[in-house]
């Protein structure tokens, strides 16, 4: 039951962990999701802006507004537009999860290599 010392230092070979790339990929993955944080939050404070313009050019119009069909006008408007807006969203929020899936799978295939050789 005892090893031949090839045997031992085949399977060594293949399966020998270093640290250092390790840990160097895990700084790498967390690096790249501060940036992509960082990036989020520029789109999300910019799509809350173009939320806020919605509702307070809805609020003028409504204010304005001299008939119910007026009113419902504006109301109509502003709805399609929420519509346009929320469709962006989730193609981007697709887009943005799967370049951080991408980006992951990538530093941790990296890191993946730096456990497996």
């Known amino acids: 039951m005892t090893q031949s010392s090839s045997e031992h230092a085949g399977r060594s070979k293949h399966s020998r962990f270093h640290p250092a790339l390790f840990v160097d990929s895990m700084i790498d993955l967390q690096k790249q999701a501060l940036e992509y944080a960082a990036e989020l939050n520029q789109v999300w404070t910019a799509r809350a802006q173009s939320e806020s313009k919605l509702v307070t050019d809805l609020i003028t119009k409504l204010a304005g507004a001299r008939s119910v069909p007026d009113a419902a006008s504006a109301w109509q408007e502003c709805l399609q537009r929420q519509i346009q807006l929320n469709a962006e969203d989730t193609r981007r929020l697709l887009e943005q999860n799967n370049r951080f899936i991408r980006m992951s ?10 456990i497996s050789s």
């Open 105 to 114: 799978a990538e530093v941790l295939t990296n890191g993946g290599a730096a």
